[in-house]
């Protein structure tokens, strides 16, 4: 997750923070743009990147 950048336009679509990165994977990698993840209060506490989806998922073997 990466901190929140107003600058940066973020999809519609949001995830918990919680979130179990197997239950959300497909949504967030099908996004052109960067996904909100919200606390438990529903405040946007940063975005999660479809890269950074891959790097959880792939590790290293996504860059090679």
């Known amino acids: ?12 679509f949001k995830v918990h923070k919680d979130a ?4 959300v994977a497909e949504a967030v990698l099908t996004e052109r743009k960067p996904v909100a993840v919200l606390d ?3 405040n946007v506490v940063g975005t999660l990147h479809a ?3 891959i790097k959880v998922l792939y590790g290293g073997h996504a860059e090679k």
Do not use: A
Request: aromatic content about 0%.
């Open 40 to 42: 438990e209060n529903d």
């Open 1 to 12: 997750m990466d901190p929140v950048d107003t600058s940066e336009e973020i999809s519609e």
């Open 20 to 23: 179990i990165i197997e239950t």
């Open 51 to 53: 890269s950074h989806v």
